[in-house]
């Protein structure tokens, strides 16, 4: 924004109305868009007639206010839009077009009827509901109306298969589907890219969505949870204004509260997201928040899919002595209350290693290395210094937790079942591998070259009962529900979205009626890891009320059984943190 020098004193106070610290000079100023469009009111009280736009952004703040509108009068109970009459779910087939030719089940319908009623819309149905068909479906109602001609896919890697697949599957006449490499194929009709190329990408896809009446759909968009402070956060609030049609897609869209949504509806609703979510969680009343915003989006729960229950239990072990002695002696680190969030990120990532084995802290000849150990145990001599018990740990006790995991693994092997393991850290998970080597483990981390072939002999090997993974590497994008119905979790992080992406990998629609699907998390009594449990009960707690969601809530109560990035942590995980490092909690 500019002014004239005679309106100097006038221009500081509209800027400070409309974005408290935006001004850059005497006579300019720099506005987030969606600050701007939230306060775009104030420019009401300008005293001057001579107010003159560029036109891109006075279209775009037309459309936007349009919007608004019609999303509020849906919000206080009135007409669901402003220029397009109501869908009903009976009528998306005719809707569809002759080029449709994929199927849908009931809620599929009822959830394209339902984002079709709006101009911008949300789907926060559960991983294995269809997503990607209904984002088709209705492109494909939007492109036989005229209202858009192209896609474009904002997604991750992972989700490149399935995007092609559904494709292939759904039109007749085949979609021109493009990967983007360095730059945007002018001709696709489905241009795929994914979040990391975002930020090199912003000005070319720019002019791509300018080109055409486009859709753009965020695919698994809790990935722009931070907003316009995340590089794919602003990345997206920049692109989303030049789309005819804006959708997010994701099973887990508040993994740690409030702050989550509210930068995801910025994205479908600039300048009117932010305010709907503050105002409806604003006053602590999730029941009523979650009535408030259900108009605002569509959801397919676990329990309209019509599959089995998941029965979820916690196992607490107990540390052996010399584990529970460095443990303590670690919990004693002082940076880790120094305030610094790296250095707390850093602290609690230990302290994560060292609920499973200290061992782990220890660096190894390569970032693989498996720890090593002794069978039988030997005994540690009483002289050795904190150093020395810390390195040779292996040689003196097995960790507790991983001794579980081989009981667990093995019993489920002794019936015939596969069992995935879920571990944070990759040296954990190569030391498992070791552990577990008579059950012919496949393993999956960043690292791993033939990812494909792991999963392949997991899935297809009756020898091989184990697959060894980390939810940041095989969290999302991919379906095990047929081959595996026994998930352990040997340690967790704070991130509450991950933790849900990855139990749904084997607990998705297809599963066979009578299938018992069972998850085993692991805990450390006395360790940081009941601090995670708490947390990511919370968490779901406040997940499951918004989206009104009994499944969700579920799976933050888990029950003991009875027997003899830097983790994603938002302020209260730092508070709880800081407590079990002092020993308050």
């Not at 000849?365 to 810390?390: C, F, H, I, K, M």
């Amino acid at each position: 924004m500019r002014t004239r020098d005679s309106f100097r004193e006038e221009f500081a106070i509209l800027i400070g109305r409309v974005a408290a610290g935006g001004q850059t000079g005497p006579l300019t100023a720099e506005i987030d868009l969606d600050d701007f469009l939230a306060g775009v009111g104030e420019l009401a009280s300008w005293t001057d007639d001579d107010v003159r736009w560029e036109d891109a952004l006075a279209s775009l703040v037309t459309a936007v206010l349009d919007d608004a509108d019609i999303a509020e009068r849906r919000l206080t109970g009135g007409d669901a839009v402003a220029d397009l009459d109501s869908v009903e779910s009976e009528n998306i087939e005719k809707l569809l077009g002759a080029g449709w030719t994929g199927e849908l089940t009931s809620f599929q319908k009822r959830d394209i009827a339902s984002l079709l009623s709006l101009r911008h819309g949300a789907n926060f149905s559960v991983p294995g509901a269809g997503k990607t068909r209904v984002a088709l479906a209705l492109f494909s109602a939007m492109r036989e109306r005229g209202e858009a001609q192209r896609l474009l896919v904002i997604c991750p890697k992972s989700a490149y298969e399935a995007w092609e697949f559904e494709g292939a599957l759904c039109f007749g006449n085949l979609l021109r589907t493009s990967i983007m490499g360095t730059s945007p194929e002018a001709g696709a009709e489905l241009l795929i890219v994914n979040y990391e190329r975002l930020g090199r990408a912003v000005n070319a896809l720019s002019a791509w969505l300018r080109a055409s009446p486009t859709m753009l759909v965020l695919d698994e968009a809790h990935r722009m949870k931070l907003g316009s402070s995340g590089a794919y956060g602003s990345a997206c609030l920049a692109l989303g204004p030049l789309a005819s049609r804006r959708l997010i897609m994701t099973g887990t869209p508040a993994p740690n509260g409030a702050k989550d949504l509210e930068s995801l509806l910025s994205f479908v609703w600039p300048g009117h997201g932010k305010r709907v979510v503050a105002d409806a969680v604003g006053g602590g009343n999730l029941a009523y928040a979650s009535s408030v915003l259900r108009p605002l989006f569509t959801r397919t729960t676990k329990a309209e899919l019509g599959l089995p229950p998941v029965s979820t239990r916690i196992r607490y072990v107990e540390l052996p002595p010399l584990h529970q002695e460095i443990y303590e002696a670690l919990k004693g680190n002082p940076t880790a209350r120094s305030g610094d969030i790296e250095a707390l990120g850093k602290a609690m990532l230990r302290m994560l290693m060292a609920a499973t084995s200290p061992a782990l802290l220890v660096e190894g000849s390569t970032r693989y290395e498996p720890l090593s150990y002794q069978v039988p145990p030997l005994e540690a001599s009483p002289g050795d210094s904190l150093g020395n018990l810390l390195k040779n740990l292996p040689r003196y006790e097995l960790s507790p937790k991983y001794e579980a995991a081989i009981k667990i693994v093995a019993e489920n092997a002794a019936m015939g079942r596969k069992t995935l393991v879920w571990t944070t850290f990759v040296r954990s998970i190569t030391t498992l591998e070791r552990l577990l080597g008579r059950f012919s483990p496949a393993v999956v981390h960043g690292g791993t070259p033939d990812r494909e072939e792991q999963i392949r002999r997991f899935r297809d090997d009756p020898e091989c009962m184990v697959l060894i993974s980390n939810p940041a590497t095989l969290g999302e994008g991919i379906s095990l529900h047929h081959e595996c119905h026994d998930a352990l979790y040997v340690d967790r992080d704070f991130m509450a979205g991950r933790f849900l992406q990855s139990l749904d990998r084997i607990h998705r629609l297809g599963l066979a009626p009578e299938t018992e699907t069972r998850v085993t998390v692991l805990a450390a009594r006395g360790t940081v890891d009941e601090v995670v449990t708490r947390r990511l009960e919370e968490k779901l707690e406040f997940m499951g009320r918004i989206l009104d969601d009994h499944a969700v809530r579920q799976l933050g109560d888990l029950q003991e059984e009875d027997i003899s990035a830097i983790g994603g942590m938002d302020a209260a995980d730092i508070r709880a943190l800081l407590a079990h490092l002092s020993g308050r909690d």
